[in-house]
């Protein structure tokens, strides 16, 4: 099980360690390396925190049929952003 920390707003060097784990976790999604991709898709959102890979990590949860952390990981979404629509419905069918 993975886990996300918030941290707090990140400084500009974060930000790009944040970009490189994010284009590492595309990369590893492409590849279907679904661990890698969550590892480096949770590794860019403890250095430069962000509801949008918080959905990411969802994706790939929901791809591998994990629905308890899918779930999980959609209202952590859910949460940080209460605007986005179709969540609630994608919780819904999850379960």
Do not use: W
Not at 41 to 64: D, G, W
């Amino acid at each position: 099980m993975f886990l996300v920390s918030q941290a707090p707003a990140a400084g500009p060097g974060a930000r790009e360690q944040a970009k490189t784990s994010f284009k590492a976790g595309q990369k590893a999604l492409a590849a279907e390396k679904y661990g890698e991709a969550i590892a480096s898709f949770e590794k860019a959102h403890q250095l430069s925190p962000h509801p949008a890979m918080l959905l990411n990590i969802a994706r790939v949860y929901e791809a591998v049929d994990d629905l308890k952390n899918a779930i999980r990981f959609f209202k952590l979404y859910r949460k940080a952003n209460p605007k986005a629509k179709g969540v609630s419905q994608t919780i819904a069918k999850l379960r």
